[in-house]
């Protein structure tokens, strides 16, 4: 009770003038602005770079000894997929092929880079309805599904679609009738997908031979342990195969993205410049503030007051605008989130660690920057003054 009947000296240092406060809840917004974007962007490339592995139908996956990425394209026999059959619990297999392709846009008459996945119709390899929906058809010669989040420079195909039926283009030379889409998005080895039946896929890729596949999906029992199957499967494989679960496969994929590309590096930079950026703001105001109430200060102190309780005035000011400033900033990063995402179809979504992170950041930066703007009062002496 007596904490509640103390003048609440810092909150009145800081709404005393409200411009000074805008300004500086202001800076701090925009600080907050600056790291969330950085940390979204980051984010959503990465998870970007999982989301065509967490879309696969399977509990495990068996790739080459060789893979490293899934641009890597690292080839093995399909008999190895099918050794694992006689497993107990295993329920089925599935190959799955992977290639690059060059996409003709019928009407600009460019190519592009597309990626394209050849499945088993049967057991269709990915968690995507139209996939789904879409596989008896899919065994039909030329069919192929397109992805609606690829960029804009592969054509109209969705529009095209809902009009016509179909969308009619070629990739090296060879005709391909697209009947559906589907949404998995962009990554750094590929701006575009397409999905098609393993037949279609080795007539767009002649050169690849029907016994090699890029991917082994392997779908176990209900209630069947993935991790006691795999360690079975071990016992017999050769080593020219490995078999991975789902989230050692998308840790293995970022592992190499993040070790092999500079985008961690590159948006840690922003961050710590929108962490430097507010601290400079913060502390400018607070100095001034400290400056211009030195009467003020230097009156408490020839009261009695120690050097502890002044400066804990300007650290609890400086704690109040981390608090106050950091939802403003929270809440235009959730915008900038949503316009981000539709702009460039990628994964970017707030997360709670991030939330987090920025939040304590935001404190770091704020009392950081109010413990130096108190370097005067340590020094202040009342005689001085008055």
């Keep these: 009770m007596q904490f509640l009947k103390r003048t609440p000296l810092a909150w009145l240092q800081v709404t005393h003038q409200p411009v000074k406060m805008a300004v500086a809840i202001a800076g701090i917004c925009f600080s907050n602005l600056l790291m969330f974007f950085q940390l979204g962007l980051m984010d959503g490339l990465y998870n970007s770079q999982r989301r065509p592995i967490e879309l696969l139908q399977s509990d495990l996956m068996m790739v080459s000894s060789k893979y490293v990425n899934l641009s890597s394209l690292a080839r093995f026999q399909r008999s190895r997929l099918y050794q694992v ?4 619990g295993v329920k089925y297999v599935s190959p ?10 019928p009407d600009t008459r460019k190519t592009y880079d597309i990626y394209v996945y050849g499945i088993n119709p049967v057991y269709p390899s990915f968690k995507i309805s139209e996939v789904i929906n879409n596989s008896s058809r899919l065994n039909q010669l030329r069919k192929a599904l ?13 529009g095209t679609i809902a009009r016509d039926g179909t969308f009619f283009t070629e990739m090296n030379g060879h005709k391909v009738d697209v009947i559906d889409t589907f949404a998995m998005g962009a990554t750094f080895a590929a701006d575009a997908n397409l999905i098609t039946g393993d037949s279609t896929f080795l007539y767009l890729f002649p050169d690849q031979k029907p016994g090699e596949i890029q991917m082994g999906l392997i779908g176990v029992e209900p209630g069947t342990s993935p991790e006691s199957i795999k360690a079975e499967m071990r016992t017999f494989l050769r080593e020219d195969v490995q078999v991975l679960t789902k989230k050692e496969l998308a840790d293995l994929e970022l592992k190499y993205w993040r070790k092999n590309s500079s985008v961690g590096f590159i948006f840690s930079l922003g961050v710590v410049v929108g962490f430097v950026v507010g601290a400079i703001i913060v502390y400018q105001i607070l100095y001034g503030d400290v400056t211009a109430s030195l009467a003020q200060y230097a009156t408490l102190k020839a009261m009695g007051y120690t050097d502890g309780f002044v400066i804990s005035i300007v650290v609890k000011q400086s704690a109040i605008l981390a608090f106050i400033g950091f ?3 929270l809440g235009l990063s959730v915008v900038l989130y949503h316009v981000l995402a539709r702009a460039t179809n990628l994964a970017i979504y707030l997360s709670m660690f991030n ?12 009392v950081g920057s109010g413990t130096l703007a108190t370097r005067k009062l340590v020094e202040l002496d009342p005689a001085d003054v008055f």
């Design 355 to 366: 939330a987090c992170l920025v939040l304590v950041l935001t404190f770091i930066m704020c």
């Design 96 to 105: 799955l092929r992977i290639g690059r392709s060059r996409w003709l846009n």
């Design 85 to 88: 059959l006689g497993v107990r």
């Design 327 to 329: 939802f403003p900033g």
């Design 146 to 158: 397109f992805d609606r989040s690829s960029k804009a420079q592969y054509g109209n195909v969705a």
